[in-house]
Protein backbone atom coordinates (compact mmCIF):
# COMPACT_ATOMS: atom_id res chain seq x y z
CA UNK A 1 0.00 0.00 0.00
CA UNK A 2 1.02 3.66 -0.30
CA UNK A 3 2.72 5.17 2.18
CA UNK A 4 0.68 8.25 2.05
CA UNK A 5 -2.56 5.84 1.92
CA UNK A 6 -1.79 4.33 4.89
CA UNK A 7 -0.49 7.40 6.97
CA UNK A 8 -4.42 8.37 6.24
CA UNK A 9 -6.14 5.58 6.62
CA UNK A 10 -4.35 5.26 10.16
CA UNK A 11 -5.14 8.97 10.67
CA UNK A 12 -8.69 8.43 10.03
CA UNK A 13 -8.81 5.65 12.60
CA UNK A 14 -7.03 7.23 15.17
CA UNK A 15 -9.64 10.26 14.26
CA UNK A 16 -12.52 8.29 14.34
CA UNK A 17 -11.63 6.32 18.04
CA UNK A 18 -11.30 9.83 19.32
CA UNK A 19 -14.19 11.30 18.35
CA UNK A 20 -16.43 7.95 19.77
CA UNK A 21 -14.30 8.50 23.51
CA UNK A 22 -15.03 12.29 23.51
CA UNK A 23 -18.55 11.13 22.60
CA UNK A 24 -21.30 12.49 23.38
CA UNK A 25 -19.84 15.81 23.81
CA UNK A 26 -23.42 17.90 23.90
CA UNK A 27 -27.05 17.26 24.63
CA UNK A 28 -28.22 14.22 22.59
CA UNK A 29 -31.54 15.06 21.13
CA UNK A 30 -33.99 12.33 20.31
CA UNK A 31 -36.87 13.09 18.10
CA UNK A 32 -40.19 12.16 18.09
CA UNK A 33 -42.09 12.47 15.23
CA UNK A 34 -45.63 12.57 16.95
CA UNK A 35 -47.25 15.00 19.49
CA UNK A 36 -46.06 14.85 22.84
CA UNK A 37 -48.03 12.29 25.59
CA UNK A 38 -48.32 10.11 22.64
CA UNK A 39 -47.05 6.42 22.79
CA UNK A 40 -44.11 6.94 20.88
CA UNK A 41 -43.08 9.91 22.98
CA UNK A 42 -43.39 7.77 26.55
CA UNK A 43 -41.35 5.27 24.97
CA UNK A 44 -38.92 7.91 23.55
CA UNK A 45 -38.67 9.51 27.08
CA UNK A 46 -38.28 6.10 28.96
CA UNK A 47 -35.63 5.58 26.75
CA UNK A 48 -33.71 8.84 26.75
CA UNK A 49 -33.54 8.43 30.79
CA UNK A 50 -32.47 4.78 30.61
CA UNK A 51 -29.79 5.47 28.20
CA UNK A 52 -28.43 8.47 29.80
CA UNK A 53 -26.32 6.28 32.48
CA UNK A 54 -24.89 4.19 30.32
CA UNK A 55 -23.50 7.24 28.19
CA UNK A 56 -22.03 8.91 30.86
CA UNK A 57 -25.09 10.78 32.38
CA UNK A 58 -25.04 12.55 29.04
CA UNK A 59 -28.58 14.73 28.85
CA UNK A 60 -30.95 13.39 26.49
CA UNK A 61 -33.57 15.28 25.55
CA UNK A 62 -37.13 14.46 23.74
CA UNK A 63 -38.07 16.88 20.87
CA UNK A 64 -41.80 16.43 19.43
CA UNK A 65 -41.71 17.33 15.59
CA UNK A 66 -45.26 15.96 14.43
CA UNK A 67 -46.97 15.83 11.42
CA UNK A 68 -47.28 13.97 8.12
CA UNK A 69 -47.41 10.59 9.77
CA UNK A 70 -44.16 11.06 11.24
CA UNK A 71 -42.54 12.05 7.82
CA UNK A 72 -41.54 15.47 8.99
CA UNK A 73 -39.38 14.17 12.12
CA UNK A 74 -37.89 11.45 10.01
CA UNK A 75 -36.26 13.99 7.53
CA UNK A 76 -35.61 16.20 10.02
CA UNK A 77 -33.11 13.50 11.54
CA UNK A 78 -31.99 11.97 8.09
CA UNK A 79 -30.64 15.96 7.29
CA UNK A 80 -29.29 16.51 10.45
CA UNK A 81 -25.42 16.06 11.15
CA UNK A 82 -24.41 12.60 11.59
CA UNK A 83 -22.49 13.11 14.63
CA UNK A 84 -24.75 10.99 16.70
CA UNK A 85 -26.56 14.13 18.73
CA UNK A 86 -29.93 13.73 16.58
CA UNK A 87 -31.40 10.34 16.77
CA UNK A 88 -34.93 9.68 15.75
CA UNK A 89 -37.69 7.18 17.64
CA UNK A 90 -39.99 6.11 15.22
CA UNK A 91 -42.54 3.10 15.24
CA UNK A 92 -43.47 0.66 12.32
CA UNK A 93 -44.36 4.09 10.38
CA UNK A 94 -40.31 3.54 9.03
CA UNK A 95 -41.64 0.72 7.23
CA UNK A 96 -45.17 1.84 6.01
CA UNK A 97 -44.49 4.97 5.03
CA UNK A 98 -43.08 3.51 1.99
CA UNK A 99 -46.20 2.35 0.90
CA UNK A 100 -48.31 5.19 2.17
CA UNK A 101 -46.46 8.09 0.50
CA UNK A 102 -45.36 7.69 -3.23
CA UNK A 103 -42.98 10.55 -2.72
CA UNK A 104 -40.82 10.51 0.78
CA UNK A 105 -38.83 13.32 1.64
CA UNK A 106 -36.02 10.33 2.40
CA UNK A 107 -35.34 6.51 1.98
CA UNK A 108 -35.51 4.65 4.76
CA UNK A 109 -32.82 2.13 4.48
CA UNK A 110 -30.47 4.55 3.11
CA UNK A 111 -30.71 7.18 4.81
CA UNK A 112 -30.56 6.56 8.32
CA UNK A 113 -28.27 4.19 10.67
CA UNK A 114 -30.08 1.65 12.80
CA UNK A 115 -29.31 1.12 15.67
CA UNK A 116 -31.21 -1.67 17.29
CA UNK A 117 -35.12 -2.24 18.26
CA UNK A 118 -36.51 -1.03 21.35
CA UNK A 119 -39.86 -2.49 21.93
CA UNK A 120 -43.51 -4.90 20.72
CA UNK A 121 -46.44 -3.69 21.07
CA UNK A 122 -49.30 -6.13 20.52
CA UNK A 123 -52.53 -5.09 19.09
CA UNK A 124 -56.48 -6.26 19.92
CA UNK A 125 -58.93 -6.20 17.40
CA UNK A 126 -62.32 -4.47 19.70
CA UNK A 127 -65.77 -3.70 18.68
CA UNK A 128 -68.77 -2.16 19.87
CA UNK A 129 -70.55 -2.94 22.82
CA UNK A 130 -73.44 -2.69 20.51
CA UNK A 131 -72.64 -5.72 18.27
CA UNK A 132 -74.18 -8.82 18.88
CA UNK A 133 -71.43 -11.26 19.29
CA UNK A 134 -69.42 -11.87 22.44
CA UNK A 135 -66.63 -14.67 20.52
CA UNK A 136 -64.12 -13.89 17.83
CA UNK A 137 -66.03 -16.80 16.10
CA UNK A 138 -69.00 -15.05 16.07
CA UNK A 139 -67.60 -11.64 15.49
CA UNK A 140 -65.93 -13.35 12.41
CA UNK A 141 -69.53 -14.39 10.86
CA UNK A 142 -70.92 -11.14 11.86
CA UNK A 143 -68.41 -9.74 9.36
CA UNK A 144 -68.79 -11.75 6.91
CA UNK A 145 -72.55 -11.53 7.07
CA UNK A 146 -72.97 -7.71 7.25
CA UNK A 147 -69.11 -6.06 5.81
CA UNK A 148 -70.52 -3.32 3.66
CA UNK A 149 -72.80 -2.43 6.17
CA UNK A 150 -70.15 -2.24 9.10
CA UNK A 151 -67.85 0.84 9.16
CA UNK A 152 -63.92 0.08 10.72
CA UNK A 153 -62.30 3.38 12.87
CA UNK A 154 -58.60 3.80 13.03
CA UNK A 155 -56.21 6.54 13.82
CA UNK A 156 -55.49 8.05 10.53
CA UNK A 157 -53.34 7.21 7.70
CA UNK A 158 -50.51 5.10 8.82
CA UNK A 159 -51.46 4.91 12.25
CA UNK A 160 -50.92 1.70 13.62
CA UNK A 161 -55.04 1.11 13.75
CA UNK A 162 -55.24 2.10 10.16
CA UNK A 163 -52.63 -0.71 9.23
CA UNK A 164 -53.83 -3.23 11.14
CA UNK A 165 -57.33 -2.76 9.62
CA UNK A 166 -55.98 -3.14 6.81
CA UNK A 167 -54.06 -6.27 7.04
CA UNK A 168 -57.05 -8.10 8.87
CA UNK A 169 -59.67 -6.89 5.81
CA UNK A 170 -57.19 -8.54 3.56
CA UNK A 171 -56.48 -11.60 5.34
CA UNK A 172 -60.16 -12.15 5.93
CA UNK A 173 -60.88 -11.77 1.33
CA UNK A 174 -64.30 -10.37 2.53
CA UNK A 175 -66.95 -9.99 -0.08
CA UNK A 176 -67.42 -6.86 0.87
CA UNK A 177 -65.21 -4.86 2.97
CA UNK A 178 -66.22 -2.70 5.99
CA UNK A 179 -66.31 1.12 5.25
CA UNK A 180 -63.22 2.52 6.66
CA UNK A 181 -63.04 5.84 8.67
CA UNK A 182 -60.44 7.84 9.46
CA UNK A 183 -59.98 9.81 13.04
CA UNK A 184 -57.99 12.41 13.81
CA UNK A 185 -56.18 10.09 16.64
CA UNK A 186 -57.07 7.35 18.49
CA UNK A 187 -59.24 9.51 20.95
CA UNK A 188 -61.69 10.73 19.12
CA UNK A 189 -61.80 6.79 17.25
CA UNK A 190 -62.15 5.11 20.69
CA UNK A 191 -64.74 7.57 21.70
CA UNK A 192 -67.34 6.59 18.47
CA UNK A 193 -66.35 3.23 19.18
CA UNK A 194 -67.82 3.07 23.00
CA UNK A 195 -70.70 5.05 21.77
CA UNK A 196 -71.42 2.53 18.84
CA UNK A 197 -70.82 5.66 16.00
CA UNK A 198 -68.17 2.87 14.48
CA UNK A 199 -68.47 -0.81 14.66
CA UNK A 200 -64.84 -1.97 14.60
CA UNK A 201 -61.14 -1.53 15.49
CA UNK A 202 -57.94 -2.60 16.10
CA UNK A 203 -55.25 -0.72 18.29
CA UNK A 204 -52.69 -1.08 20.33
CA UNK A 205 -52.73 -2.49 23.90
CA UNK A 206 -51.62 0.55 25.11
CA UNK A 207 -54.84 2.62 24.16
CA UNK A 208 -57.27 -0.75 24.35
CA UNK A 209 -56.73 -2.38 27.48
CA UNK A 210 -58.21 0.09 29.81
CA UNK A 211 -61.16 0.26 28.09
CA UNK A 212 -61.44 -3.36 28.12
CA UNK A 213 -61.10 -3.94 31.51
CA UNK A 214 -63.77 -0.74 31.83
CA UNK A 215 -66.32 -3.01 29.72
CA UNK A 216 -66.51 0.42 27.28
CA UNK A 217 -65.49 -2.03 23.95
CA UNK A 218 -65.76 -5.89 23.05
CA UNK A 219 -62.19 -7.74 22.71
CA UNK A 220 -62.25 -10.54 20.44
CA UNK A 221 -58.56 -11.36 19.84
CA UNK A 222 -55.18 -10.25 19.66
CA UNK A 223 -52.65 -9.89 16.91
CA UNK A 224 -49.60 -11.84 18.24
CA UNK A 225 -48.82 -15.65 17.03
CA UNK A 226 -50.14 -16.74 20.42
CA UNK A 227 -52.34 -15.66 23.18
CA UNK A 228 -51.14 -12.93 25.81
CA UNK A 229 -50.88 -15.37 28.16
CA UNK A 230 -49.13 -13.07 30.57
CA UNK A 231 -51.47 -9.80 30.67
CA UNK A 232 -53.82 -10.29 33.23
CA UNK A 233 -56.96 -8.70 30.90
CA UNK A 234 -55.97 -10.19 27.53
CA UNK A 235 -54.97 -13.50 28.68
CA UNK A 236 -58.32 -15.52 27.84
CA UNK A 237 -58.19 -14.18 24.30
CA UNK A 238 -57.08 -15.77 21.15
CA UNK A 239 -55.05 -14.65 18.89
CA UNK A 240 -55.92 -14.24 15.34
CA UNK A 241 -53.27 -16.84 13.75
CA UNK A 242 -55.33 -19.80 16.40
CA UNK A 243 -58.93 -18.35 14.72
CA UNK A 244 -57.52 -19.63 11.25
CA UNK A 245 -56.07 -16.14 10.01
CA UNK A 246 -53.33 -17.54 8.49
CA UNK A 247 -49.93 -16.33 9.18
CA UNK A 248 -51.36 -13.06 10.63
CA UNK A 249 -48.64 -11.23 13.26
CA UNK A 250 -48.62 -7.64 13.73
CA UNK A 251 -46.87 -5.62 16.61
CA UNK A 252 -46.00 -2.03 16.57
CA UNK A 253 -42.78 -1.84 17.42
CA UNK A 254 -40.24 1.01 17.82
CA UNK A 255 -36.99 1.35 16.84
CA UNK A 256 -33.96 3.72 17.29
CA UNK A 257 -31.93 5.52 14.20
CA UNK A 258 -29.11 8.02 13.44
CA UNK A 259 -28.46 9.90 10.14
CA UNK A 260 -26.27 8.02 7.72
CA UNK A 261 -22.62 8.06 8.17
CA UNK A 262 -22.64 8.51 11.77
CA UNK A 263 -19.28 7.16 12.49
CA UNK A 264 -19.01 3.69 13.60
CA UNK A 265 -17.47 4.05 17.01
CA UNK A 266 -20.29 6.06 17.60
CA UNK A 267 -23.03 4.08 16.53
CA UNK A 268 -21.77 1.34 18.98
CA UNK A 269 -21.93 3.21 21.31
CA UNK A 270 -25.00 4.63 21.20
CA UNK A 271 -26.10 0.35 20.55
CA UNK A 272 -23.81 -0.17 23.66
CA UNK A 273 -25.44 1.85 25.91
CA UNK A 274 -29.05 1.15 24.33
CA UNK A 275 -28.24 -2.81 25.04
CA UNK A 276 -27.74 -1.63 29.03
CA UNK A 277 -30.89 0.14 28.29
CA UNK A 278 -32.79 -2.59 27.21
CA UNK A 279 -31.90 -4.51 30.41
CA UNK A 280 -32.55 -1.51 32.99
CA UNK A 281 -35.27 -3.09 35.44
CA UNK A 282 -37.04 0.22 35.34
CA UNK A 283 -37.08 0.45 32.01
CA UNK A 284 -38.69 -2.75 31.55
CA UNK A 285 -41.24 -2.22 34.22
CA UNK A 286 -42.35 1.06 32.63
CA UNK A 287 -42.49 -0.60 29.25
CA UNK A 288 -44.63 -3.46 30.81
CA UNK A 289 -46.81 -0.98 31.86
CA UNK A 290 -47.36 0.69 28.68
CA UNK A 291 -48.37 -3.50 27.34
CA UNK A 292 -44.93 -3.56 25.70
CA UNK A 293 -42.54 -6.03 25.49
CA UNK A 294 -38.80 -5.19 25.44
CA UNK A 295 -37.22 -6.64 22.77
CA UNK A 296 -34.45 -9.28 23.43
CA UNK A 297 -33.60 -11.43 19.91
CA UNK A 298 -31.82 -10.70 17.28
CA UNK A 299 -33.48 -7.16 16.16
CA UNK A 300 -31.44 -5.55 19.25
CA UNK A 301 -28.22 -5.40 16.61
CA UNK A 302 -28.17 -2.81 14.02
CA UNK A 303 -27.66 -5.84 11.28
CA UNK A 304 -31.40 -7.27 13.01
CA UNK A 305 -32.32 -4.41 12.91
CA UNK A 306 -32.43 -3.14 9.23
CA UNK A 307 -33.43 -7.00 8.38
CA UNK A 308 -36.80 -6.75 10.13
CA UNK A 309 -37.57 -3.29 9.12
CA UNK A 310 -36.50 -4.31 5.22
CA UNK A 311 -38.97 -7.54 5.69
CA UNK A 312 -41.26 -5.22 6.85
CA UNK A 313 -41.35 -3.02 4.19
CA UNK A 314 -41.87 -5.22 1.64
CA UNK A 315 -45.65 -6.62 3.72
CA UNK A 316 -47.06 -3.53 4.25
CA UNK A 317 -46.13 -2.25 1.19
CA UNK A 318 -48.15 -5.38 -0.50
CA UNK A 319 -51.09 -4.64 1.46
CA UNK A 320 -50.98 -1.02 1.40
CA UNK A 321 -51.05 -1.28 -2.43
CA UNK A 322 -53.83 -3.74 -2.68
CA UNK A 323 -55.98 -1.67 -0.98
CA UNK A 324 -55.09 1.46 -3.17
CA UNK A 325 -54.88 3.57 0.81
CA UNK A 326 -52.05 6.14 0.15
CA UNK A 327 -51.60 9.57 2.25
CA UNK A 328 -50.27 12.04 -0.86
Excluded at 1 to 11: C, E, F, S, V
Excluded at 131 to 136: D, E, I, Q, V
Aim: aromatic share 6%.
Amino acid sequence: MNKNILALAIAATVSAGAFAQGFPSKPITIVVPFAAGGPTDTVARQLAQAMSKPLGGATIIVENAAGAGGTIGAAKVARATPDGHTLLVWHIGMASTVGLYRKLPFKPLEDFEYLGMINDVPMTLIGSPKLPANTYRDFENYIRANGGKLNLAHAGLGSASHLCGLMWQSALKLDKAMTTIAYRGTGPAMNDLMGGQVDVMCDQTTNTVPQIEAGRVKAFAVTTPKPLAGNKILKDYPSLQDMGVKDFNLTIWHGIYAPKGTPPDVAKKLNDALMVALKDPEFIKGQEALGAAVVTDKRISPAGHKAFVSDQITKLKTVIEAAGQFAD
